[in-house]
């Protein structure tokens, strides 16, 4: 509702501006007022024209006001201080929209662009860990929001399957368990839900770095099954494939227990055996991009300049001083090796090669095969050399979200680099690093997890985790542990239900926790993980939002009503004079214009708040008034049609965040 009538305002703005002074403004900035008594939208336009009018903004601001005069859906407009515009909305009119509202998915264009989210993305070597929670959570809650907005998006998983993480698992499994192809395939078949082979390669993962510290000649090991994988057709290939793709399978099982899916899973192995490299190369080269190195560190290495190079700096200041630059006096020490000298390529070229792929630059496609299926019968495609003629088209996306930590930085610059050196600017424009910062545990976590922890860590404010030292929380077994311990809760506030009933009220709240808690955090913040508080029912946690809604539902259940019912339903609107139950009905129509800056500042974390926010406003709103006891008919009507339009905004809210609502808690 909220945005719905600030794009009209704005639109409106637009118009008068062209019409009275005949000026094109791409953007009208529109605030909010501190409180609901001066209105809802606040506009600051008149100090930016003050200068190309040369008039007072004041004055400005009373030719608008005056020139606007009435619109449909608000009450006034009001010049305010020195300049400022303010907007009343006619609450009624409002009122009236959001009831009739579904908080549906916003009117989606007739041919959107497509957009694509690649997220998780984890090494299929071992089980997943709670880091790549926080990125999977992320995403998807990314992707959601996207979608709500109009958005078609395609959801990627990409798996480096051909990378050392993976060569030292099958190091692991040839060297020191000394086991052949067929064998790891009989241990694979004999994984249990209780010895899951993820969890398996976890330990062996761990006991091969310590195996390569005690000698550092079993590294030569590494390097010789790393070329074997990238060559292909040989026994330390044929195991690699083997153990990733068994383990991609239980990285897919564990995300779907949060509701996390995933359309399309590329692989290394394909872009390496595609040759999508010698595509990408050849643009390179003829655009100037790469350069053959003959001296210094990089001598015999195809390189590229970095943005970031101090030698970039100095040239790209002499040009705007307009001086001539330093002649060259050396190599650029700083280049980015793209190529090495024994003409392997590095990650950075690889990637450069998969995201032309993506923006159907390259002219080279992946086959397609099934590999694995949802409960509701969606299918998600891996890639093949070779594949079926009947697929789902990816890549060729209008713009590419990449959530990957805030240690990528670099690598993901280079990348959009190459792509401004080839000329392609707009996809250079159209590609996000959506970083983000890594996930600890707080010693009081460790320590419920039954990790061994000193006295000095103790003192620590969080625990840094290391999947290659063995020292990590599982994803599976943490959401196990948030699942017991909702469950112990439950169990105890309703032991009436079936066990399958608490089971699935606990794991509803366990999911909950978790996600609202990988969320409220910026993406740039660290996380410190800690039950308890992922878990309270009190304060800015997940429980404390689904608590709400629960709370909500148990009054239209008590009134012997739908809370849908009293939606459609007539509703005395007069009480809305009152700024007190204003707020609230504002605050739950500003559902969309949470998701519009959600996405325009890649900060899924406002949805958290918002949500948080709403909560609590109807908490104090719920404790304040009691509905069902209220003698005047028409406002105990009101009251409900309030009960009922916040819930299903919050309903809505947790939804985007992937997190479902019980009936009980």
């Given at each position: 509702m909220y945005l719905e009538f600030q794009q009209q305002l704005s639109q409106r703005i637009r118009d008068l501006l062209r019409q009275q002074y005949d000026l094109d403004l791409p953007r009208v900035v529109i605030d909010q007022p501190p409180n609901v008594g001066l209105g809802e939208y606040a506009l600051p336009l008149s100090f930016e024209l003050a200068k190309k009018l040369r008039k007072p903004p004041r004055k400005i601001a009373e030719e608008i006001v005056a020139g606007l005069g009435q619109a449909s859906g608000f009450a006034a407009f009001e010049v305010a201080g020195a300049g400022y515009i303010n907007a009343k909305l006619d609450r009624a009119s409002a009122a009236r929209f959001l009831l009739q509202s579904k908080l549906a998915p916003e009117a989606k264009p007739a041919a959107p662009e497509k957009i694509l989210v690649e997220h998780t993305s984890i090494?299929?070597?071992?089980?997943?860990?709670?880091?790549?929670?926080?990125?999977?959570?992320?995403?998807?809650?990314?992707?959601?929001?996207?979608?709500?907005?109009?958005?078609?998006?395609?959801?990627?998983?990409?798996?480096?399957?051909?990378?050392?993480?993976?060569?030292?698992?099958?190091?692991?499994?040839?060297?020191?368990?000394?086991?052949?192809?067929?064998?790891?395939?009989?241990?694979?078949?004999?994984?249990?839900?209780?010895?899951?082979?993820?969890?398996?390669?976890?330990?062996?993962?761990?006991?091969?770095?310590?195996?390569?510290?005690?000698?550092?000649?079993?590294?030569?090991?590494?390097?010789?099954?790393?070329?074997?994988?990238?060559?292909?057709?040989?026994?330390?290939?044929?195991?690699?494939?083997?153990?990733?793709?068994?383990?991609?399978?239980?990285?897919?099982?564990?995300?779907?227990?949060?509701?996390?899916?995933?359309?399309?899973?590329?692989?290394?192995?394909?872009?390496?055996?595609?040759?999508?490299?010698?595509?990408?190369?050849?643009?390179?080269?003829?655009?100037?991009v790469l350069y053959f190195e003959n001296e210094g560190k990089n001598n015999g290495c195809w390189v590229m300049k970095r943005a970031s190079s101090s030698q970039t700096a100095k040239r790209q200041s002499a040009a705007e001083e307009n001086e001539d630059p330093e002649p060259k006096s050396g190599p650029d020490e700083e280049a980015k090796v793209i190529v090495r000298s024994n003409g392997t390529v590095t990650y950075v070229g690889k990637d450069i090669a998969y995201h032309l792929w993506k923006f159907g630059l390259l002219g080279k496609d992946f086959g397609y095969c099934r590999f694995y299926r949802y409960p509701d019968g969606r299918e998600v495609w891996i890639s093949?050399?070779?594949?079926?003629?009947?697929?789902?088209?990816?890549?060729?996306?209008?713009?590419?979200?990449?959530?990957?930590?805030?240690?990528?930085?670099?690598?993901?610059?280079?990348?959009?680099?190459?792509?401004?050196?080839?000329?392609?600017?707009?996809?250079a424009e159209n590609y996000h690093h959506f970083s983000y910062e890594m996930v600890a545990l707080t010693p009081r976590c460790a320590a419920e997890l039954g990790y061994d922890i000193s006295e000095e860590d103790r003192k620590r404010a969080y625990i840094e985790v290391s999947g290659r030292k063995g020292f990590g929380v599982k994803a599976d077994d943490l959401m196990d542990a948030l699942i017991s311990a909702a469950q112990k809760e439950v169990d105890t506030r309703h032991p009436e239900m079936s066990e399958g009933e608490r089971r699935k009220i606990a794991?509803?709240?366990?999911?909950?926790?978790?996600?609202?808690?990988?969320?409220?955090?910026?993406?740039?913040?660290?996380?410190?993980?800690?039950?308890?508080?992922?878990?309270?029912?009190?304060?800015?946690?997940?429980?404390?939002?689904?608590?709400?809604?629960?709370?909500?539902?148990?009054?239209?259940?008590?009134?012997?009503?739908?809370?849908?019912?009293?939606?459609?339903?007539?509703?005395?609107?007069?009480?809305?004079?009152?700024?007190?139950?204003?707020?609230?009905?504002?605050?739950?129509?500003?559902?969309?214009?949470?998701?519009?800056?959600?996405?325009?500042?890649?900060?899924?974390?406002?949805?958290?708040?918002?949500?948080?926010?709403?909560?609590q406003m109807f908490n104090n709103f719920y404790h304040k008034h009691h509905i069902l006891t209220e003698s005047d008919e028409a406002k105990k009507r009101f009251l409900l049609a309030t009960a009922a339009?916040?819930?299903?905004?919050?309903?809505?809210?947790?939804?985007?965040?992937g997190i479902e609502v019980p009936e009980v808690m």
């Open positions: 090494n299929p070597n071992k089980a997943a860990h709670i880091g790549h929670l926080r990125n999977a959570i992320l995403g998807d809650t990314f992707v959601r929001l996207l979608r709500a907005s109009g958005a078609q998006v395609d959801v990627q998983n990409y798996i480096d399957n051909t990378g050392v993480q993976v060569a030292d698992v099958v190091v692991g499994f040839l060297y020191l368990e000394k086991k052949s192809k067929p064998e790891v395939e009989a241990l694979i078949q004999q994984a249990t839900k209780h010895k899951p082979f993820d969890y398996y390669c976890w330990d062996l993962y761990a006991r091969v770095s310590q195996w390569y510290e005690e000698d550092k000649e079993h590294l030569k090991l590494r390097l010789q099954t790393l070329h074997d994988i990238e060559r292909g057709d040989n026994e330390p290939s044929a195991i690699g494939k083997l153990i990733s793709n068994a383990i991609i399978r239980r990285h897919l099982e564990t995300m779907q227990r949060l509701g996390i899916e995933y359309d399309f899973l590329p692989q290394e192995s394909e872009i390496l055996h595609l040759h999508f490299w010698d595509m990408a190369f050849e643009q390179l080269k003829q655009k100037g093949a050399e070779s594949g079926e003629r009947d697929h789902p088209h990816f890549g060729g996306v209008h713009a590419i979200y990449n959530v990957i930590d805030s240690r990528q930085s670099d690598p993901q610059n280079n990348v959009i680099e190459a792509l401004r050196g080839l000329g392609y600017t707009e996809q794991t509803q709240i366990a999911v909950g926790a978790l996600r609202y808690f990988m969320l409220k955090f910026t993406k740039n913040s660290v996380i410190a993980f800690d039950f308890a508080e992922a878990l309270s029912f009190e304060g800015e946690t997940g429980p404390y939002a689904q608590y709400a809604i629960v709370r909500a539902s148990n009054i239209f259940r008590k009134a012997g009503l739908s809370a849908e019912e009293i939606l459609a339903s007539r509703v005395e609107l007069s009480f809305l004079n009152e700024d007190e139950f204003w707020e609230l009905w504002l605050r739950a129509g500003q559902r969309s214009a949470m998701v519009r800056q959600c996405i325009a500042t890649e900060e899924p974390s406002h949805a958290a708040k918002y949500a948080f926010q709403l909560a339009v916040v819930r299903r905004s919050l309903i809505d809210s947790l939804g985007l965040m």
